[in-house]
């Protein structure tokens, strides 16, 4: 019997992506206990949200998840479209789509980058951030913007979009399905990741529904949810997809799930692709965001984000600042099941499992 | 959805207002147990816990979801300042009580463990009630 030993990890550990701590006790390696410690990027959204008008706080809600702008500031843009009851064009909704899969493309290839430098393969993060950065200048060209985009409005997007862009993206995806081929070629067989990933940090699927877990997590245990099909909204009721879906639950499973999203998003792009460049409606709704008042109502809007289930609840009591906002995000309950996926397992996989759950502090403090 | 008629000829006090939504008066653990137990509703998940100051009560609307059906269902329930824990059933909601009791101050009873999670130990009082007043006048809420 050794001392039991009582480590911190974190706050300030290269391999969180944010800021936590985890309160560890080992005995030897073996990992015994474990406390996620939250609330360092704590920013009080929620708390801001009751003193600023709608469109004022239309910016801040890309910082929710700063790796999925598109993601919140759909949700927030759609639960006030619905409060206000208006209809967006279609071409608006198709924009919206695309920039959303782009984003979950960027997402994954970032999650795919420090994943393997987490595992200490240090190559694959140059060349998916070589990928990644042809996004981030796509999304620059048409927002002005890098990572904090304030693009999606009320009722329509802030630029249209035209048949160079396009162009642009197109040439892009086709570029793309050949990297991630290239990805694939040195991760999926490689030994020293298939030994640190394969049947470590099992999450069945009773632990999905018990402990809230959505999105890519999700659907490596074999629960093929994803509410892009389950609940359509934008275009994607118009759009055909396969879920991808496996039944491994452990790291690698979840490796193979995201892998396979961006295959996915490619061809959901592409359907876009397709759409907007025979189409011709305008981008915008006739409203004044300036003096936007919301009627009386309530309204969560459920959004797939590349990190799970992101849902928007807005409570309005008919004045000009919204009354509740509510955030609920993917990450934040991926770090609650830490716990059951460690304990017992033996010190150096803590980081190759966590990283594989894919969280983003500042979407889990808000 | 239709059978929620099941729900109030077991449980009198169930209101049921919209087709997604229900309040619950008293029992809201066996009214949950038996959305999460009966097959015809089979909630097993229960994606959040929103709570909001209504001034003279605080309101939760605990956010259910069926990985089975695809159905959501949202059940409200009233607090005065405290409520029943419902981690037995869901434990996702510990993360969710604790957010709670930290930013509304609701105390649920029976969580053993509830503490803030997003503030600090020594923060005083719990921001988002619509009464908070912070006096440091950096925050941006003051004005």
């Given at each position: 019997?050794?001392?039991?030993?009582?480590?911190?990890?974190?706050?300030?550990?290269?391999?969180?992506?944010?800021?936590?701590?985890?309160?560890?006790?080992?005995?030897?390696?073996?990992?015994?206990?474990?406390?996620?410690?939250?609330?360092?990027?704590?920013?009080?959204?929620?708390?801001?949200?009751?003193?600023?008008?709608?469109?004022?706080?239309?910016?801040?809600?890309?910082?929710?998840?700063?790796?999925?702008?598109?993601?919140?500031?759909?949700?927030?843009?759609?639960?006030?479209?619905?409060?206000?009851?208006?209809?967006?064009?279609?071409?608006?909704?198709?924009?919206?789509t695309l920039c959303m899969e782009l984003n979950r493309i960027a997402?994954h290839l970032?999650?795919?980058?420090?994943?393997?430098?987490?595992?200490?393969?240090?190559?694959?993060?140059?060349?998916?951030?070589r990928e990644r950065e042809s996004i981030?200048a796509l999304f620059?060209?048409l927002?002005?913007?890098?990572?904090?985009?304030?693009?999606?409005?009320?009722?329509?997007?802030?630029?249209?979009v035209?048949n160079n862009w396009l162009d642009k993206v197109n040439d892009f995806l086709n570029i793309l399905p050949k990297a991630i081929g290239?990805?694939?070629?040195?991760?999926?067989?490689?030994?020293?990741?298939?030994?640190?990933?394969?049947?470590?940090?099992?999450?069945?699927?009773?632990?999905?529904?018990?402990?809230?877990?959505?999105?890519?997590?999700?659907?490596?245990?074999?629960?093929?949810?994803?509410?892009?099909?389950?609940?359509?909204?934008?275009?994607?009721?118009?759009l055909?997809f396969?879920?991808?879906?496996?039944?491994?639950?452990?790291?690698?499973?979840?490796?193979?799930?995201?892998?396979?999203e961006m295959r996915t998003s490619i061809d959901l792009i592409k359907q876009c692709i397709m759409f907007l460049k025979?189409?011709?409606?305008?981008?915008?709704?006739?409203?004044?965001?300036?003096?936007?008042?919301?009627?009386?109502?309530?309204?969560?809007?459920?959004?797939?984000?590349?990190?799970?289930?992101?849902?928007?609840?807005?409570?309005?009591?008919?004045?000009?600042?919204?009354?509740?906002?509510?955030?609920?995000?993917?990450?934040?309950?991926?770090?609650?099941?830490?716990?059951?996926?460690?304990?017992?397992?033996?010190?150096?996989?803590?980081?190759?499992?966590?990283?594989?759950?894919?969280?983003?502090?500042?979407?889990?403090?808000? | 959805?239709?059978?929620?008629?099941?729900?109030?000829?077991?449980?009198?006090?169930?209101?049921?207002?919209?087709?997604?939504?229900?309040?619950?008066?008293?029992?809201?653990?066996?009214?949950?147990?038996?959305?999460?137990?009966?097959?015809?509703?089979?909630?097993?998940?229960?994606?959040?816990?929103?709570?909001?100051?209504?001034?003279?009560?605080?309101?939760?609307?605990?956010?259910?979801?069926?990985?089975?059906?695809?159905?959501?269902?949202?059940?409200?329930?009233?607090?005065?300042?405290?409520?029943?824990?419902?981690?037995?059933?869901?434990?996702?909601?510990?993360?969710?009580?604790?957010?709670?009791?930290?930013?509304?101050?609701?105390?649920?009873?029976?969580?053993?463990?509830?503490?803030?999670?997003?503030?600090?130990?020594?923060?005083?009082?719990?921001?988002?009630?619509?009464?908070?007043?912070?006096?440091?006048?950096?925050?941006?809420?003051?004005?």
């Open positions: 019997m050794t001392d039991i030993m009582k480590i911190n990890v974190g706050p300030q550990h290269p391999s969180t992506h944010g800021v936590l701590r985890l309160i560890t006790e080992l005995d030897g390696e073996k990992i015994i206990s474990i406390k996620p410690e939250i609330g360092y990027l704590h920013r009080g959204l929620e708390k801001l949200a009751e003193s600023k008008t709608y469109l004022q706080y239309l910016p801040l809600v890309d910082r929710v998840d700063y790796l999925g702008g598109f993601f919140t500031s759909y949700a927030f843009c759609n639960a006030v479209e619905h409060l206000l009851n208006i209809q967006t064009t279609k071409r608006t909704e198709y924009i919206r997402s970032l999650w795919l980058g420090t994943y393997m430098l987490d595992l200490g393969a240090s190559s694959p993060i140059f060349y998916t951030f981030l620059e060209e927002t002005g913007q890098r990572m904090m985009y304030n693009y999606f409005t009320f009722g329509g997007v802030r630029f249209d035209d290239n990805y694939e070629k040195i991760i999926t067989n490689n030994a020293i990741f298939i030994d640190r990933t394969k049947n470590k940090g099992i999450l069945t699927k009773s632990f999905c529904s018990k402990y809230a877990i959505t999105g890519p997590n999700m659907r490596a245990s074999g629960l093929e949810i994803d509410f892009r099909q389950k609940m359509p909204y934008s275009a994607y009721n118009e055909g396969v879920v991808s879906v496996n039944n491994l639950s452990d790291s690698y499973g979840r490796y193979l799930v995201r892998i396979q025979q189409n011709k409606d305008n981008v915008s709704c006739n409203i004044n965001p300036i003096k936007l008042k919301i009627p009386q109502g309530e309204y969560t809007s459920y959004v797939e984000s590349s990190r799970g289930l992101l849902c928007c609840y807005i409570q309005s009591d008919g004045s000009e600042k919204p009354y509740r906002v509510k955030w609920r995000t993917g990450s934040f309950y991926a770090v609650q099941v830490l716990p059951e996926l460690v304990i017992g397992q033996n010190y150096n996989d803590l980081i190759a499992i966590f990283g594989s759950l894919d969280v983003i502090l500042p979407e889990v403090d808000r | 959805m239709n059978n929620l008629n099941i729900l109030q000829e077991k449980f009198n006090s169930v209101q049921i207002t919209d087709s997604n939504k229900i309040i619950v008066h008293d029992n809201l653990v066996s009214v949950l147990e038996f959305l999460k137990n009966t097959s015809e509703f089979d909630f097993d998940m229960l994606t959040t816990i929103i709570a909001t100051d209504k001034i003279e009560r605080i309101e939760l609307i605990y956010q259910l979801y069926s990985t089975g059906n695809n159905n959501t269902l949202n059940v409200y329930y009233y607090a005065p300042g405290a409520a029943p824990t419902v981690i037995g059933l869901y434990k996702s909601a510990y993360f969710d009580e604790c957010e709670i009791y930290d930013l509304l101050g609701v105390k649920f009873e029976g969580n053993k463990e509830l503490k803030r999670l997003l503030l600090p130990d020594s923060w005083i009082g719990h921001p988002l009630l619509k009464n908070y007043t912070n006096n440091d006048e950096r925050l941006a809420w003051n004005d």
